[in-house]
């Protein structure tokens, strides 16, 4: 898909938006998490959408 239309999709800038990566891990029983900031991965990336409603759906999931 190359075109996104705003009745359809939420539209963000790219420099508005961050990616980020969530990672967990316990060390000596204490838990803890990070979020690392990763590029996106179209280094010409100018826009970021998000579908209004579900392009998939599965048990009990619906994926955007």
Do not use: C, L
């Not at 990672?23 to 579908?51: C, L």
């Amino acid at each position: 898909m190359t075109e996104a239309s705003p009745d359809d999709f939420w539209i963000y800038s790219a420099s508005r938006v961050k990616q980020t990566v969530y990672k967990e891990w316990i060390e000596v029983s204490v838990k803890r998490k990070n979020y690392m900031e990763k590029p996106f991965q179209h280094p010409d990336a100018g826009f970021v959408a998000f579908s209004k409603g579900p392009f998939g759906e599965g048990a009990e999931r619906f994926a955007y």
